[in-house]
């Protein structure tokens, strides 16, 4: 999401570009894999653990980290971030809600357009809940709690100074939020998706793992929690907390931090695991990652609620992602960020 190294200012060139590759392959790699668990848990369900819940927190926890990078580390102009944000999210947007739309026309999920139009205004989350919602939308509930982190976040970093005081709001913000997930969860009886779809409580995961990546680039993350074998760790156990017997808010309280904490400290993990994320397949299946999590949910639909053979409908995400990541994500977003 960014082509700015931390390592550029104290590298020669050479070595700050080598970094910098390495850099975003693995950050890539953290994409990939979030991608591989959401198609995974969709289409080949693991029993026990929803695979796809836990990738859509890999991704939270993971824009938590590149936007503390980008707004407070990097101090990314705001005009200049958010035309790139838009670059990136909504001409591909745009094109998915409309040709899924035409193309769903008549289906058992036929589309309804006023949920299109808040699929289209980033307002899905709440009126999925409270007005109006179309099976092939439902997952831009989260696409609209990452958009709404963005203004959150980059109105931070204009009203409030100094990172010392940034990480201490960041972290009452995010456990706030995660107080109002459990207690709307178990005193006042909602379910899941109408307590974890709300930005007011899911923003957790972004905001927290930001407040991480601002205490690791100030030093003060404690030795013992960047140390890889720690890290690991975390991230087994946050893994473990998602299995689904574990209460859906537990999963919040105590699995969240973990893979917060691991994203943002496993970078230098080394042996297998930096390997498999820098590798080439999970490098690609991140950069596609956005066009195959805009275009997984209405085939997903038809697998889940029509019992349809899912191996032919996993082929064609992955065609209608391509066509999109190369026709319409890339070139509109080359296009826009040049001439904009």
Request: charged share 15%.
């Amino acid at each position: 999401m960014t082509d700015i190294s931390a390592t550029a200012g104290v590298l020669p060139r050479a070595a700050a570009d080598r970094a910098a590759r390495t850099r975003l392959a693995y950050l890539d790699g953290w994409r990939g894999l979030s991608i591989a668990l959401v198609l995974i848990g969709h289409f080949f369900p693991v029993p026990g653990i929803n695979l796809g819940v836990l990738g859509v927190e890999f991704f939270f926890v993971l824009s938590g980290r590149l936007m503390g990078e980008i707004l407070f580390i990097e101090r990314f102009p705001l005009k200049k971030f958010f035309k790139r944000r838009f670059s990136r999210i909504y001409p591909a947007l745009l094109v998915f809600v409309f040709a899924a739309m035409i193309g769903l026309a008549g289906t058992f999920i036929a589309f309804k357009w006023k949920a299109a139009l808040t699929a289209l205004t980033f307002t899905y989350n709440y009126a999925g809940i409270f007005v109006n919602r179309a099976g092939a939308l439902d997952h831009i509930w989260s696409l609209a709690i990452e958009e709404h982190s963005y203004v959150i976040l980059a109105l931070i970093s204009v009203v409030v100074s100094g990172r010392a005081n940034v990480v201490r709001l960041l972290v009452a913000l995010s456990l706030l939020a995660m107080a109002n997930g459990a207690i709307s969860y178990w005193v006042l009886g909602m379910d899941y998706e109408t307590s974890y779809w709300r930005t007011d409580v899911h923003i957790a995961s972004i905001l927290l793992s930001a407040a991480i990546c601002l205490l690791k680039a100030d030093g003060r993350l404690s030795a013992f929690l960047r140390n890889r074998h720690v890290a690991l760790a975390a991230a087994a156990g946050a893994v473990l907390l998602f299995l689904d017997p574990v209460p859906t808010p537990v999963h919040y309280l105590l699995g969240v931090p973990l893979l917060a904490l691991a994203v943002n400290t496993l970078d230098h993990a080394g042996g297998y695991l930096t390997g498999l994320l820098s590798s080439r397949p999970m490098v690609m299946l991140g950069l596609w990652s956005y066009s195959l999590y805009l275009w997984q949910q209405p085939f997903y639909k038809f697998v889940y609620d029509r019992d349809v053979t899912p191996i032919p409908m996993l082929a064609a995400v992955f065609a209608c992602a391509l066509a999109s990541y190369y026709i319409v994500e890339k070139p509109a977003r080359g296009w826009l960020n040049r001439n904009w």
